[in-house]
């Protein structure tokens, strides 16, 4: 079985999808929390391992390597570059079984992660995808909302109409 494995340079994205940029003028914290958000929606709907790699300049310090819901976030140590990182994740990640999308905007990188055999997935195209997880997600909670008995009692339809039609004063 393949696993398929996302890479995303996560200030690549958040400075390409506008409501994250906008997120991001107001405090950089709150959009790359909603980035993570976004990727954990896409981890639950694709089945994917999602990476989210973030620059160290902007934060510098040591490498730094969490886990928000099921997604993992890695800040690069100083002096390197999340495209760095993707770099070496993708040849240290890649194997037979394994395909590596990587998710920037940035037109080098998606020139040396293709030539090391990963696929590219700009911001748009993963915003594109990410806006048809939403309508899906949405789409999922009004099914299941519809079909939530009104009662916490399981009534055949039968017994349902009658209930209906006493709520309403009908006999």
Known sequence: ???????????NIIGAWPDLVRLKNDNLANARDRLIEKMAEYQAHTGWRIIVIFDAHLMPGVEKKDRK?????????????ADERIEKMVSELSGRRV????????????WVIFAQGALRLSARELEIEMKEIDKAIAKRVKIIQEQRPFSKIQLTDD???IFEKWRRGMK
């Open 99 to 110: 395909q590596i999308h990587v998710a920037t905007s940035d037109l080098t990188e998606q």
């Open 159 to 161: 017994v349902a109409e």
């Open 69 to 81: 819901y099921r997604v993992e976030v890695v800040f690069t140590r100083e002096n390197e570059t």
């Open 1 to 11: 079985m393949k696993q398929d494995i996302l890479l995303v340079d996560g200030y």
